[in-house]
């Protein structure tokens, strides 16, 4: 059973940046996709970025394009997400996931999509001001 717990949300105002942290416990071995994913009031939560902790190959939705960073920590079990040039419009409650990759013809890749991942965090909020 994968755990995985949040931190670094807050408070911040239009264009200033945030580092968030998820720290991942429970592996038995195997490489899993890690992903960040974002929900805000009303809305459905959406994928923001992934990364597959095998190579560390990264995949970005839309909404985490050009502003956001995935990353992991040097021994693979902590997962970060650089965010810079903050939008009010980013405001929501951010949830680390992880979840099995995709294999084709030897291939393996990760998605962006909320139903592919099994493992969820609690969620640490992040709020941006105008």
């Known amino acids: 059973q994968v755990h995985l717990v949040e931190s670094g949300g807050g408070s911040v105002q239009a264009g200033g940046s945030l580092r968030l942290s998820c720290a991942a416990s429970g592996y038995s071995g195997r490489s899993y996709c890690m992903g960040w994913f974002r929900q805000a009031p009303g809305k459905e939560r959406e994928g923001v970025a992934t990364?597959?902790?095998?190579?560390?190959?990264?995949y970005y939705a839309d909404s985490g394009k050009g502003r956001f960073t995935i990353s992991l920590g040097n021994a693979g079990n902590t997962l970060y997400l650089q965010m810079s040039s903050l939008k009010p419009e980013d405001t929501a409650m951010y949830y680390c996931?992880?979840?099995?990759?995709?294999?084709?013809?030897?291939?393996?890749?990760?998605?962006?999509?909320?139903?592919?991942?099994?493992?969820w965090g609690q969620g640490t909020q992040v709020t941006v001001s105008s």
């Open positions: 996931a992880a979840g099995s990759p995709y294999y084709s013809d030897y291939v393996v890749s990760c998605t962006t999509a909320s139903s592919d991942f099994d493992y």
């Open positions: 990364i597959y902790q095998g190579n560390s190959d990264t």
